[in-house]
């Protein structure tokens, strides 16, 4: 008896999406944000949660927040789908576009679940790799768009864990070539200061996938939305579970878009943290810390092990992304931007590791 033989094959020969459960007192591997809600806005989340009745189902439909999220968002409420996470509005898109045979363009390296849930859903990931600068090869894109037919093309801009982003001339050729949906996961939009949604009304193609979990400091609740012409969103939302998002995560996205003043200025404080480790990391010998549009970028190690080196940062406390094992990327740590304490913490662990390497560490603001 194999009760295994039911499970589909192609299933079977994937590996799921994992991350190793290691904790430190620097956890800057997750591209979180590091400055959390404000207590004042968390006991108000708490305070209302503590009226409303737990064993009562969350709302249906969650209309106060699509509302709320239309007005943020300048896209109308009608073409808006919350969901618990953008990562289960994906699950959702492709599993209303994707099965045996579907063709779906997938850029690498990208955030690996695109080409796992289109494996599982029995599709074909046709993927183009990235350009030697990292950035996006547009003509490639198109090309394999047109060539294959593809259903789906899904790009991340800023891209994980690259922090590359697509022009909006770029995405444009894309929906233009040809009629299968062109998907922008808009995760690390707030820290480039670029969004897909203005073109949302001139291409009916175009869906565009946003998070609480990253600028809006919500990563715990898991809250995501979708954007799109109302005709897709109504086809999407068949694949959504029934009271997906629960009262608490709801009550908290609100409180977060009204405070998003407060939210804005730790993004703002995080881009200059980036840029001044990137300074600081520029003529470092043996490093090239590569540009990023996001709240991480890679650090590329010319001269050095990145295992070895991540290990030896983890025994000083300092937990960053091993992403060798990504394509084009085997000699990369993926290093997400903290407080301007962890990111000194950080330097003075990278210091100490170079050191152990017997390479020298130095910056243009002195030893590290």
């Not at 690996?112 to 996006?136: C, F, M, N, Q």
């Not at 175009?206 to 939305?225: C, I, Q």
């Not at 470092?284 to 990023?292: E, K, M, T």
């Not at 990369?332 to 330097?347: D, I, Q």
Request: charged share 25%; with cysteine; glycine share 6%.
């Amino acid at each position: 008896m194999d009760p295994l033989r039911h499970v589909k094959p192609a299933v079977r020969q994937i590996q799921a999406y994992t991350l190793a459960a290691r904790e430190a007192p620097v956890k800057i591997n997750q591209n979180e944000n590091p400055w959390d809600l404000p207590d004042a806005v968390k006991r108000r989340v708490l305070e209302k949660a503590l009226v409303r009745p737990w064993a009562r189902y969350p709302a249906f439909d969650p209309r106060e927040l699509t509302e709320a999220l239309a007005g943020f968002s300048g896209w109308r409420a009608d073409g808006i789908l919350a969901g618990n996470g953008s990562n289960e509005l994906i699950e959702a898109l492709l599993m209303v576009t994707v099965g045996p045979g579907t063709k779906v363009v997938i850029p690498e390296p990208t955030f690996t679940l695109y080409a796992l849930l289109t494996g599982i859903l029995g599709g074909e990931a046709i993927r183009v790799r990235l350009g030697e600068d990292l950035r996006y090869d547009t003509p490639s894109l198109v090309e394999a768009r047109r060539r294959s037919g593809a259903a789906v093309t899904v790009v991340c801009s800023p891209n994980n864990p690259t922090g590359t982003s697509l022009l909006r001339d770029e995405l444009e050729r894309l929906c233009q070539a040809g009629d299968g949906l062109v998907v922008v996961d808009e995760a690390y939009h707030e820290f480039s200061g670029e969004t897909a949604v203005p073109l949302l009304e001139k291409h009916p193609n175009l869906v565009v996938l946003r998070t609480f979990s990253k600028a809006m400091a919500l990563a715990g609740l898991r809250v995501g939305y979708l954007l799109s012409s109302p005709e897709i969103v109504r086809e999407v939302n068949k694949a959504r579970l029934p009271y997906n998002l629960n009262f608490f995560a709801q009550t908290a996205a609100l409180a977060a878009l009204e405070e998003h003043a407060v939210l804005e200025e730790t993004v703002r404080r995080l881009v200059e943290e980036r840029e001044r480790l990137l300074e600081r990391l520029r003529d470092v010998p043996g490093v090239r810390a590569w540009p990023s549009q996001a709240n991480f970028f890679l650090l590329e190690l010319l001269a050095a092990s990145p295992k070895a080196v991540f290990e030896s940062l983890y025994r000083r406390g300092v937990l960053v992304r091993d992403v060798s094992s990504y394509p084009m990327l085997s000699r990369c740590l993926r290093v997400s931007v903290g407080t301007p304490e962890e990111n000194e913490t950080f330097l003075h662990a990278l210091g100490a590791a170079f050191g152990e390497a017997g390479m020298d560490f130095s910056a243009d603001t002195g030893r590290a």
